[in-house]
């Protein structure tokens, strides 16, 4: 009898292993095709829009966004240090600003405009800005 119960419990027992791996396989399978239609995960941060928080309306580059401080941009560039703006070209450092530089494209009009090294869209420079890369317009 203890024979014959330890096979039906064997029986029961494989059968369980069996059915068990047989769902443990499935989930896999159904796992796989779940990860085929996963998007990928973002290994990298998607580069958002760099923040800009000039006022509603102003058309100037925030001081600090990235863009403008790593170039130490400022708005007036009277204002900055004059250890800092040299000679460059023949032209004296009082004498630099955005509306005399290689970079920028005016906006008609305007005491503003573009500076091809910060292309950030909407945003401008002042004509009487300055940075330490300004170069002599040709
Ligand atoms: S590169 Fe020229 S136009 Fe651009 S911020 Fe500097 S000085 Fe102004």
């Not at 791996?21 to 290994?43: E, I, S």
């Not at 008609?108 to 004509?127: E, N, R």
Request: include cysteine; charged fraction near 25%; aromatic fraction near 8%.
């Amino acid at each position: 009898m203890n024979d014959l119960f330890s096979r039906r419990e064997a029986v029961k027992w494989g059968t369980l292993t069996v059915g068990g791996l047989t769902l443990f396989g499935m989930t896999a399978c159904f796992d796989k095709k779940k990860d085929k239609t996963a998007q990928p995960a973002a290994t990298e941060p998607v580069a958002k829009p760099a923040a800009n928080t000039a006022p509603s309306g102003d058309p100037l580059i925030a001081l600090d966004h990235a863009s403008a401080k790593g170039l130490k941009y400022a708005h007036d560039g009277s204002t900055v240090d004059a250890a800092l703006k040299v000679e460059k070209s023949g032209v004296a450092g009082a004498d630099q600003s955005c509306l005399n530089c290689q970079f920028y494209k005016p906006v008609d009009g305007k005491d503003y405009g573009k500076c091809q090294l910060i292309p950030v869209p909407g945003k401008h420079v002042a004509a009487k800005g300055w940075c330490v890369t300004w170069a002599k317009k040709a």
